[in-house]
Nanobody
Framework: VQLVESGGGLVQAGGSLRLSCAAS????????MGWYRQAPGKQRELVAA?????????EYADSVKGRFTISRDNAKNTMFLQMNSLKPEDTAVYYC?????????WGKGTLVTVSS
């Protein structure tokens, strides 16, 4: 499975961005996908995750609940993260993750910078 993120950039506090993650390869084996982020000097943390299938159950970090929305288009093998009401503390490299119950796959990341 190969993952490519896009959509990062510089935005002012209170603004919005939409990240995309395009998956290719053995996408039929993907169990769940998620977005992680890593700020300078901090550990990588889960931002949001979504399971495969029609249920598409989601979970969010407390810090982004009510502001971020994760979704996926299974037909296009693409996952999204809609980020609203961005804060300077959301500044980080955002990584796309997918797992197939045997391995984890990661994209190279996309930088999101929120200015105050």
């Amino acid at each position: 499975v190969q993952l490519v993120e896009s959509g990062g950039g510089l935005v002012q506090a209170g603004g919005s961005l939409r990240l995309s993650c395009a998956a290719s390869g053995s996408t039929f084996s993907i169990n769940a996908m998620g977005w992680y982020r890593q700020a300078p000097g901090k550990q990588r943390e889960l931002v949001a995750a979504i399971t495969s299938g029609r249920a598409g159950r989601t979970e969010y970090a407390d810090s982004v609940k009510g502001r971020f929305t994760i979704s996926r288009d299974n037909a296009k093998n693409t996952m999204f993260l809609q980020m609203n009401s961005l804060k300077p503390e959301d500044t980080a490299v955002y990584y796309c993750n997918a797992d197939d119950l045997q391995a984890d796959y990661w994209g190279k990341g996309t930088l999101v910078t929120v200015s105050s």
